[in-house]
């Protein structure tokens, strides 16, 4: 299986911050990159989908890039509703893999 | 509005069986992949199994695979897992998930999971 390392583990920052996520990939997965948020009691949510494509309805403040192994997710000026985990997912392969998680915390 | 509602969760001993069910609305059930992913505590997420458009394929993830398995029926608009052999280590929130495609891909919309309890 393709294996997908995410960091930080957990990042602290504030409102107006810019975040940046990064997933790694253990071989190369082109362009084949989704991002999710996933909140407590709430249905996961796409954000980002073939590395840079922002799925409809999500804010501009997402973005995303990278390709082969290496992948970002950028969030312009952190809002409130931001505070999250996010995680990153590989479909290059039948065998569907996710990182292993950002928690973006109030500082 | 697309809607994806699992049921069937619950306690469940260890070496039994359970099933899960997830209900679609909103949508052409039988034009989309549809997947179970699970969120164990503390182990993030983790991808379960897929069953393409029109049930012809099935791929599992190695830790349940010959003791899960995905159905789909398309006359009902429906979902199924089948949990045998169930271990502590498949204790989780389990997704109901639909694919942007009619294979596996990612997962475009999600049900809010319903949790199974693998304990004597």
């Known amino acids: 299986d393709i294996q997908m390392t995410q960091s930080p583990s957990t990042l602290s920052a504030s409102v107006g911050d810019r975040v940046t996520i990064t997933c790694r990939a253990s071989q190369s997965i082109s362009s084949w990159l989704a991002w999710y948020q996933l909140k407590p009691g709430k249905a996961p949510k796409l954000l980002i989908y073939k590395a840079s494509s922002l799925e409809s309805g999500v804010p501009s403040r997402f973005s995303g890039s990278g390709s082969g192994t290496e992948f970002t997710l950028t969030i312009t000026s952190l809002q409130p509703d931001d505070f999250a985990t996010y995680y990153c997912q590989q479909y290059n392969s039948y065998s569907l893999t996710f990182g292993g998680g950002t928690k973006v915390e109030i500082k | 509005q697309v809607q994806l509602v699992e049921s069937g969760g619950g306690v469940v001993q260890p070496g039994r069986s359970l099933r899960l069910s997830c209900a679609a609305s909103?949508?052409?059930?039988?034009?989309?992949?549809m997947h179970w992913v699970r969120q164990t505590p503390g182990k993030g997420l983790e991808w379960v199994a897929v069953?393409?458009?029109?049930?012809?394929?099935?791929y599992y993830a190695a830790s349940v695979k010959g003791r899960f398995t995905i159905s789909r029926d398309n006359s009902d608009n429906t979902l199924y897992l089948q949990m045998n052999s169930l271990r502590a280590e498949d204790t989780a929130v389990y997704y109901c998930?639909?694919?942007?495609?009619?294979?596996?891909?990612?997962?475009?919309?999600w049900g809010q999971g319903t949790l199974v309890t693998v304990s004597s």
């Open positions: 909103g949508f052409t059930f039988s034009g989309y992949g």
């Open positions: 998930a639909r694919d942007r495609s009619t294979s596996n891909d990612f997962f475009d919309c």
């Open positions: 069953i393409w458009y029109d049930g012809s394929n099935k």
